[in-house]
């Protein structure tokens, strides 16, 4: 059970005076001897204690004082530009102000930017805190970065240490407070009478402090602060003479003294318990957060200071949380409600039911403009952007700022679309003043209802970012979201989501798709294509998938799953017989894989395959991603063996001076001049000169999208080496694909035959 303070305060002073009156007098001298010594050394721990709260609190007014003159406006502006006259001129004016003796600027590599006293050099900053020596002189300093917003410099004040401080540091310990060194002779600060100090001194440089003290009578405590010593030091007489008289008078007063105690301490509990209690229910509501009540303690000891001190702490923690809280939900750089924010109006407006829009606005090619001109340009166009949208829509509309170039309107019902249009459309007509030069701005936004069409704040800004993208792709300044057009974002999200858990658990799976020599009809390998059949989304494509586990970073587990599959499959078909050289495809993020190497080597090792029936196929986009590293991956890959093919030709952006640098063995022809080839002859134009090209530069050909014999033919009439397409075969399941290599490849090399007899009779 705790007792309370008040009444262990009267227990004391009850138990004290009772055990007076019942001991012997040799009893009460042998305890008053050593309750003096321990009073004595009591009353020094308390005064130290004391005078360390009093430097403490001292030095956070000087702290106070000092932050005030790094957040000035002017005087930060001052430090950034280096102008010396007005850094001189504020911290003059300051220093006037606060009443301290000692100020200096220093950079933040601990260079000298202006002081008034000629300081010693430092090895940091933190050098110059606490109690130091300047000058032959004591003080007290502190230190205070100046930002904008980064540290540009630290200022350093102080107040001298000096006897006058002494005196004042005496009246509130009771004690005699010496700040002295013993090396140099001198004594800084000093409550102690003139009469003792050189004694001290004396005392000091011969290590006999303590022997000095005893002779004088005195007791005392002996530390070094920082450069100086510090020597805390009371009389024993004094501190004793109330235990001389008390064991004088004790049997005549023995009766009136436990009265006059118990008054006492009934009187002093009440007068402690009072402060105590108000400072206590303070510090509760502190703790609970509020900051508008303070306390009110008329008094003029310690505990009326320690209630100023609280009330100054109040405040500085309530203005802190108040700037913490502001920049927790603004934007630093445009100063508009950030998401945090929008997120809680938006919550509280679907709460209430309430009715309105959302309307997100991006800079129309910002991302250039912004690299072109730089950042801080780019600020620039950000905070003006602002401004107008302040100046246009603060009446109506929430404004936010959510990050980058994206802004966000919710507006209330009161402001009609065609209004909204309307202002809109002069944010883009009128030019963008920066500094003397006007730009003009085009914007692309997106709207959507609440709560029609959306009652939760993520899905609201989700859709009004694809109305925002339906307004950068028709060209137009604002367009509103479409119920269901959302459908497709989440498809993606949702493949997104399953596809780390498909490839752990190989539900994934490989077809094959025939390959064809063209004049043979003879099959001589095969294309391994990803599928992936979802038990909710169905059946995903790989345009679908492919796309997005390249901006995932999947696309690399998803390759090395296809590799290993892939050549298991043609290991089995070898050991069945079957000799068929395998096509794997690559992305471009593949082809940046500093592994991708070593990893075929090690897969075609592992199942003693030969290099030369591996065919690995990338596209004319992935290898412009990043010429130079392709054909540095390229070359490796070839040097290992491997054949490699460069797909979808004609619809990326290789150019022929690139082609005839690129490591690659064979041409894919797309499907897209393929199919159209027997009607088309524009088609057959650009297929006959890309075989012929090829076979200038020693490639083999390989034509996609057959669908019908006629095509074939002529393509054999043109010289292609191999086919692949629906006319022989659609991607198949292994077993599928063994199944028609049973039923069907006699079948394509018949026709082959047929083809080059009636061929042979045609020139005849």
């Known amino acids: 059970m705790l007792t309370s303070f008040r009444s262990r305060l009267l227990l004391l002073f009850i138990g004290l005076a009772g055990g007076v009156l019942v001991v012997t007098l040799i009893a009460v001298t042998v305890a008053t001897q050593n309750q003096a010594k321990l009073t004595v050394e009591r009353e020094l721990v308390v005064s130290e204690r004391v005078l360390g709260e009093l430097i403490s609190i001292r030095g956070e007014q000087l702290l106070q004082a000092a932050q005030v003159l790094a957040d000035d406006f002017g005087f930060r502006e001052a430090v950034a530009s280096g102008d010396q006259d007005t850094l001189i001129s504020a911290m003059v004016n300051h220093g006037e102000r606060i009443g301290t003796q000692l100020m200096a600027l220093y950079r933040p590599d601990g260079t000298e930017l202006a002081t008034t006293h000629d300081l010693p050099a430092i090895q940091s900053i933190a050098d110059f805190r606490g109690i130091r020596r300047v000058d032959d002189e004591l003080f007290q300093l502190v230190t205070v970065p100046v930002r904008a917003p980064d540290v540009i410099a630290y200022a350093t004040l102080g107040f001298v240490v000096d006897d006058a401080l002494a005196q004042s540091m005496k009246q509130l310990t009771n004690a005699d407070i010496t700040f002295f060194d013993a090396d140099s002779s001198q004594i800084f600060a000093s409550s102690l009478p003139l009469s003792q100090r050189q004694g001290l001194l004396d005392a000091a440089q011969q290590e006999r402090v303590e022997d000095w003290l005893t002779e004088g009578g005195l007791a005392g ?3 070094e602060l920082n450069e100086v010593n510090l020597l805390v030091s009371a009389s024993r007489a004094e501190a004793t003479q109330e235990y001389q008289t008390l064991r004088s008078q004790y049997f005549g007063f023995g009766l009136a003294t436990l009265l006059v105690a118990l008054a006492l301490a009934i009187a002093t509990a009440r007068q402690f318990n009072k402060p105590l209690m108000r400072l206590t229910a303070a510090a509760e509501a502190l703790r609970q957060g509020d900051y508008d009540e303070p306390v ?16 100054t702490m109040r405040g500085a923690i309530a203005e802190r949380e108040q700037r913490i809280i502001y920049q927790l939900e603004h934007d630093i750089l445009t100063g508009l409600p950030n998401r945090k924010s929008l997120h809680h109006y938006l919550q509280a407006q679907l709460e209430d039911q309430q009715s309105g829009y959302v309307v997100t606005m991006n800079i129309l090619r910002f991302r250039a403009l912004n690299d072109r001109l730089g950042q801080g340009f780019g600020d620039k166009i950000l905070q003006l952007v602002a401004q107008r949208l302040k100046q246009e829509f603060m009446t109506d509309c929430f404004i936010a700022r959510l990050a980058g170039d994206e802004f966000v309107l919710a507006c209330n ?22 500094g003397e030069t006007p730009y003009r701005l085009e914007f692309r936004a997106g709207l959507v209802r609440y709560p029609e069409q959306g009652d939760e704040v993520d899905a609201l800004l989700r859709r009004a970012q694809l109305a925002a993208r339906l307004a950068q792709q028709s060209k137009q300044l604002l367009a509103a979201y ?12 949702q493949i997104l989501q399953a ?6 658990a190989r539900k994934l799976n490989l077809h094959y798709q025939a390959k064809l020599c063209c004049r043979s009809g003879e099959v001589l390998g095969v294309e391994a294509l990803i599928r992936w059949q979802h038990p909710q989304l169905g059946v995903i494509r790989p345009d679908e998938f492919i796309p997005l586990a390249e901006q995932s970073g999947d696309i690399l587990r998803v390759t090395r799953w296809v590799c290993e599959t892939a050549l298991d499959q043609q290991q089995y078909w070898l050991e069945q017989g079957r000799k068929l050289q395998v096509a794997i495809n690559l992305s471009a993020i593949d082809l940046q894989d500093e592994k991708l190497v070593e990893f075929i080597r090690q897969q075609l090792e592992k199942r003693k395959l030969a290099a030369a029936n591996l065919t690995l196929e990338v596209t004319e986009s992935a290898v412009m991603a990043d010429l130079e590293q392709a054909q540095e991956r390229l070359a490796q890959l070839r040097h290992l063996g491997v054949k490699i093919a460069l797909d979808d030709y004609g619809t990326g952006y290789a150019s022929l001076a690139q082609l005839k640098y690129l490591p690659v063995d064979e041409l894919k022809l797309d499907q897209s001049f393929i199919r159209g080839l027997k009607d088309d002859a524009n088609d057959r134009i650009i297929v006959r000169s890309t075989l012929q090209l090829a076979s200038q ?12 014999q006629s095509v074939w033919y002529l393509l054999q009439e043109m010289g292609c080496d191999t086919l692949q397409g629906y006319y022989f075969s659609r991607p198949l399941a292994a077993q599928e694909f063994e199944q028609w290599l049973g039923e069907q490849a006699l079948t394509f090399s018949q026709q082959a035959r047929d083809s080059g007899k009636q061929h042979d009779k045609t020139l005849l």
């Open 221 to 223: 405590h002996l530390a």
């Open 296 to 311: 009110e303690l008329e008094r003029d000891d310690e505990f009326g200071k320690l209630g100023e001190t609280f009330n």
């Open 413 to 434: 019902e009161n402001l009609k679309k065609a209004e909204l249009q309307q202002r809109l459309q002069r944010l883009v007509n009128e030019p963008w003043q920066v």
């Open 482 to 493: 479409q119920q269901g057009s959302d459908e497709d974002y989440m498809r993606r999200l």
């Open 499 to 504: 596809l780390p858990e498909a490839i752990s």
């Open 697 to 708: 530069l020693h490639l083999t050909t390989v034509a996609e999208g057959v669908e019908e």
